[in-house]
């Protein structure tokens, strides 16, 4: 039976953002963090996934686990932390430490509105040296930011959504130098609003299934 190790479940929810901040930049209440590591067995040649990501890849976890049940063992480690924040890179790197993973899958950009394009930039070749560090031969897969609607309009997006499009031209350009593929998750909800829920950033279940499907895909 797979030994569990469930690093962090909600770390710091219910603790106000600003107390962890070193920068005024992040509007949001709480911080929250849920991990959930599964250590390799020794008498299995599965391949070892990794997702990280927000509240989308929170949802999508258990569906893509579902979908690879008999052909990989699946991770998580998500968080409403946002590259540009400071604790961002302190806390990826204290879980990555110890393992060793075949495919990650890395997926960051709805949170931290106040931080600038530029500043959020800045961390992605960090990222990606921290991801490969400990996973030097590990496939890294870039999944970029999904589109933000306007709460009970959908039809209309929000006044964040054209920070949303230049993060992902960011991502698009490291990705290209470096020759890392993009889950284009931008694309498959720009256009398909009927895959929203009312509050206009988070998908439904449909949106989930579709999002679970192209990851689960990647994995050979």
């Not at 569990?4 to 106000?16: A, M, N």
């Not at 204290?94 to 500043?119: C, K, Q, R, W």
């Not at 490291?174 to 694309?187: I, R």
Request: contains cysteine; positive net charge.
């Amino acid at each position: 039976m797979l030994q569990r190790i469930f690093f962090s479940c909600l770390l710091i929810i219910g603790f106000k953002v600003a107390g962890a901040q070193t920068k005024p930049y992040n509007n949001e209440m709480y911080v929250w963090n849920h991990s959930w590591i599964v250590a390799k067995p020794s008498n299995t040649s599965l391949p070892q996934v990794l997702v990280i990501g927000d509240s989308h890849a929170e949802r999508y976890y258990p569906v893509v686990n579902n979908l690879l049940k008999d052909k990989a063992t699946v991770s998580k480690i998500t968080t409403s932390l946002s590259m540009g924040d400071p604790t961002f890179m302190p806390h990826l790197s204290g879980l990555l430490g110890n393992f060793t993973f075949d495919y990650i899958f890395f997926n960051n950009g709805l949170h931290g509105v106040l931080y600038s394009p530029a500043e959020y930039a800045s961390y992605i070749s960090k990222v990606y040296k921290l991801l490969k560090k400990n996973n030097p031969l590990a496939t890294i897969i870039w999944v970029n930011t999904t589109a933000r609607r306007v709460p009970n309009n959908l039809d209309s997006f929000d006044a964040y959504h054209q920070d949303v499009i230049e993060r992902n031209k960011y991502v698009a350009a490291f990705c290209a130098k470096k020759n890392v593929k993009v889950l284009d998750f931008f694309s498959l909800t720009v256009n398909d609003k009927s895959l929203f829920t009312q509050d206009g950033i988070h998908v439904n279940e449909a949106g989930v299934a579709a999002q679970a499907k192209l990851i689960a895909a990647e994995v050979k």
